[in-house]
Structures are given as structure tokens and as C-alpha cells.
């Protein structure tokens, strides 16, 4: 198992160009199983999520070619539509595939994903837009089987009790092939849900409501969709925020190229709160670093309020602050993994229920740690990068799957970070 090892204390300065965002990737690689043809996807992030479920629609019959950052997937071959455990017990993400293959094929079966290391996760807000859409579902054997009523799936109007991107994207995703105009209220309206939309457009789908909360998608009545010109992927906003973190975390100054500005405001927001000073222009964001980094106050909301997906970063720049700051941790329960670990690098951490109190310690050292989820382990980096002394951090797996070239991007910025094997 790989394992890396950071020699903190080292300033960081240069630039990085951030890739594609992980979470657009693969609603957009699903939403190619509703091309009877090809489609070709640009800017696509190295990490090991994206290469699992392009080998999910290969398993299903898809010829797939993938080089650099771009592939290119043909869905006429698609044989298949059962989504294997082995593959969706790798990524939870897998269950995107359900909406896709159930409008365009009638019928699919998508192994249940399970728990998680940050929750309990449940997928009963898919289930239940889709059955409001007609399809009868049973769960049988660990497996989720969907059949579409004869002639497909009805556009319905759903609510939706809670915020959910994943739910929203396989909602629209399932609704673009329905048959009449389903609409979603309480939509999600992440960046993410932007694109799979304005993917779908493209593909010849009529969406009103694009970036509310209130989507309202015409369906193409059975017709498959057809994507002609290349998706490129969005920035990955999470990536950005976490190389700012390190910046902050270790006083220094960096740039990053290719983010969207918009999509990051709230984690600048809570960066200038603590005292950090940006210069921004058009695609590209340099930030400087104050020599005392102040407290910070954090709520977890859905977007545009403050990524959950940045929480434990967050709470690793906080540990270096000047005053106690707090964070509440609104959209899952168990997202306080990394909390025992930084404080094995010397934090003081107190958790009660969902909020954690970060008191401020004079300096972190290095020790061993282990990853437990893919954010929670970006912290652990993090906090490595600015502790005293050397940090082991095992199990990094879980950073392969959304971090693009994270050793090659932070050596460029004069980190001190190996990569070894145990
Ligand atoms: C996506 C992101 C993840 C991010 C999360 C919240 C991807 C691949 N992953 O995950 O990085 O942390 O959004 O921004 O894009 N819920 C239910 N029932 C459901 C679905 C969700 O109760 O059927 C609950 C979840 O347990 C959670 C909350 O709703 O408490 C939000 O989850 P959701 O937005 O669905 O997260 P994901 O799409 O899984």
C-alpha cells in the first residue's frame, strides 16, 4: 500500500494549474450512456474515480478510449445493464449510471452502494424521483433493479425533502429521455449540476431553471441524445480550495491557473476572514498569506454556502490560528474522521456533536497518520506541510481518487513529499 511522507515546515511559492473537477466528471461520463454514438470529454482529472467508472461502461459494452485528458466513449455497444458490485463497492458515484441506463434502456440493475466512512449515505432520494417517474424498483440481493413502465419513463413534478447532487443528477439525467417535462424543486445547484445540464442542452434537451433551484426538464420522449461537440470539465473547485489551504496553512504565496473564481468565492470569503489577501484576474487567483492567520467561524451548506468538501482543510489551516475557531459540519454526520488525526500532529480539537472547536496550538509535528476519506486525508497533507519534522500519512488510496498529481503539483511548489510503497 503507498504511503507518503512530507517534510514540513517548507514555504510554498510558484504556480499550479488545477485540473478538472472530479464531481463534474462523472455525471458527465454517465450522461454519455445516453448517446446511442460518441462523445468526446476534455479536461478530465487523473484520479483513480474517473479511470473506475469509464472500466463501469466499459464492463457495460461502451468502447472507451482515454489518453492524457481527454476519452472518447462510444455508447451504440452497450450490452449490459448491470452495474456490478465490484465496481460500484470502489465508488459510490457508480450509482449515477442508474438514471441514464434505466430511461435509455428500459431496465438496469446497479449494485447498492453501501456506507461510507463519512456517513451513512443512503440513495433513497434517487429511488423515489425515479419511481415518481414510473419505474419500478426492487432491491433484491444487494442489487437495485429498475424497470421503466412500457414506453419509458413520465415526466413528474419532484420534490425533493433535502438538497442532493447526486439525487438532482440522476433526476435529470433519467428525465432527459422521459417522456413529457419533469420538474425538480429543491434542486441542487452546484457548479457540477450546471454542467451535466448544459451537457444535456447540447445534447439536444430543452432545460429551464438551469442554476436554481427549480429545474424544469422537457424529455426527448425515448429519442437518445447526441452529443456533437467535445464536454470540456469545469475546474475542480475542491482542488483549488485545498491548494489555497496550503498556501494559507504554511505563509505562503502561490498561484493557481485555470479555477473559476465564482465557484470558490465562499472558500476566498472564509480565507480573507482569517486574514489572506487575493489578486485575481479572469481564470488565475494568487493569494498572500499573512504571518498569523486569524480564527475563523464555518458552517457547511450546500452551494453556493461553504463545500462541506472543504471542512477538514479548513480545520487544518484553523489549528495554526491566532483564536478558538468553530466548525459545523450541516451535511454529513460523520465527517469528523481527521479530527483524532490532526490532533495526533499536536492539534486541540474538541468535537461536540456535529461542531468541532479548534484551539489554537503555537505548532504541529510531524507523526504517523492514517487517511480516512479523501478530504479528510487532503487535511492530513495540509497539515503535514506546515507541522515540524516528517508525517507519514498511509492509506492513500483514498487521495488517488480525487486528487490529480498531488505530489508532482506540490513539489513544483517546494514541498518536500516522496511517495513510498509498504
Ligand atoms: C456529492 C459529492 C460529494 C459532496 C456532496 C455534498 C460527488 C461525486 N460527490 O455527494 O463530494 O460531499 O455531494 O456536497 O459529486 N442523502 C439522502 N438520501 C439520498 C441522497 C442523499 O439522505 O438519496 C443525504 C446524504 O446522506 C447527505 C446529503 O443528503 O447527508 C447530501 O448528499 P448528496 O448531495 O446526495 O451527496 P452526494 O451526491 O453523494
Redesign the pocket.
Known amino acids: 500500500m503507498d504511503f507518503l511522507e512530507i517534510e514540513g515546515g517548507h514555504k510554498l511559492f510558484g504556480e499550479i494549474t488545477i485540473s478538472g473537477a472530479?464531481?463534474a466528471a462523472?455525471?458527465v461520463i454517465s450522461a454519455t450512456l445516453l448517446c446511442n454514438g460518441t462523445t468526446q470529454l476534455k479536461n478530465l482529472p487523473h484520479v483513480v474515480d474517473i479511470r473506475t467508472l469509464l472500466k463501469l461502461l466499459q464492463m457495460l459494452g461502451a468502447n472507451v478510449e482515454y489518453s492524457n485528458e481527454s476519452a472518447t466513449i462510444d455508447c451504440s455497444s452497450i450490452k449490459s445493464t448491470k452495474a456490478v458490485y465490484e465496481i460500484v463497492s470502489q465508488m459510490?458515484?457508480s450509482i449515477l449510471v442508474l438514471g441514464p441506463l434505466l430511461t435509455r434502456f428500459g431496465e438496469c440493475e446497479v449494485s447498492l452502494p453501501g456506507g461510507c466512512a463519512?456517513?451513512?449515505?443512503?440513495?433513497?432520494?434517487?429511488?423515489?424521483a425515479l419511481e415518481a417517474m414510473g419505474a419500478k424498483i426492487e432491491i433484491k440481493g444487494g442489487y437495485v433493479r429498475a424497470e421503466a413502465p412500457k414506453g419509458g419513463l413520465r415526466g413528474a413534478k419532484i420534490v425533493f425533502d433535502?438538497?442532493?447532487?447526486?439525487?438532482t443528477?440522476n433526476t435529470l439525467m433519467a428525465a432527459s429521455m422521459a417522456n413529457g417535462v419533469t420538474e425538480i424543486i429543491n434542486a441542487?445547484r452546484?457548479p457540477?449540476i450546471v454542467q451535466l445540464c448544459q451537457m444535456l442542452q447540447s445534447g439536444g434537451v430543452e432545460i429551464e431553471g438551469v442554476g436554481t433551484s427549480r429545474i424544469k426538464v422537457h424529455g426527448s420522449g425515448g429519442k437518445p441524445l447526441c452529443f456533437e461537440n467535445p464536454i470540456e470539465i469545469i475546474p475542480d473547485r475542491?482542488e483549488a480550495g485545498t491548494y489555497l489551504c496550503a498556501a494559507a496553512i504554511t505563509k505562503s504565496d502561490i498561484t493557481l491557473k485555470s479555477v473559476n473564481i465564482e465557484h470558490i468565492q465562499s472558500t476566498i470569503d472564509k480565507l480573507e476572514d482569517m486574514g489572506c489577501h487575493f489578486q485575481i484576474s479572469d481564470n488565475s487567483i494568487s493569494i498572500h498569506s499573512p504571518e498569523e492567520l486569524k480564527e475563523v467561524n464555518i458552517v457547511t451548506a450546500?452551494?453556493p454556502g461553504f463545500?462541506?468538501?472543504m471542512q477538514a482543510q479548513f480545520m487544518a489551516v484553523a489549528t495554526l490560528a491566532r483564536d478558538e475557531s468553530l466548525i459545523e459540519e450541516r451535511?454529513?454526520?460523520n465527517r469528523f474522521m481527521h479530527v483524532s488525526e490532526l490532533n495526533r500532529l499536536g492539534a486541540d480539537i474538541w468535537l461536540k456533536g456535529n461542531t468541532a472547536a479548534i484551539r489554537p496550538v503555537k505548532k504541529l509535528y510531524g507523526a504517523d497518520v492514517m487517511a480516512t476519506d479523501?478530504r479528510a486525508s487532503s487535511a492530513l497533507v495540509l497539515a503535514a506541510l506546515a507541522a515540524e519534522g516528517t508525517t507519514k500519512i498511509r492509506r492513500i488510496y483514498h487521495l488517488d481518487r480525487g486528487y490529480d498529481n498531488l505530489e508532482g503539483k506540490l513539489s513544483s511548489l517546494g514541498a518536500v513529499i516522496t511517495r513510498g510503497k509498504e
Open positions: 472530479k464531481n462523472l455525471p459510490r458515484a463519512i456517513g451513512q449515505r443512503p440513495i433513497d432520494l434517487h429511488l423515489k433535502k438538497i442532493t447532487v447526486g439525487g443528477e441542487a452546484e457540477e475542491i450546500e452551494y463545500p462541506t468538501d451535511l454529513f454526520e479523501l
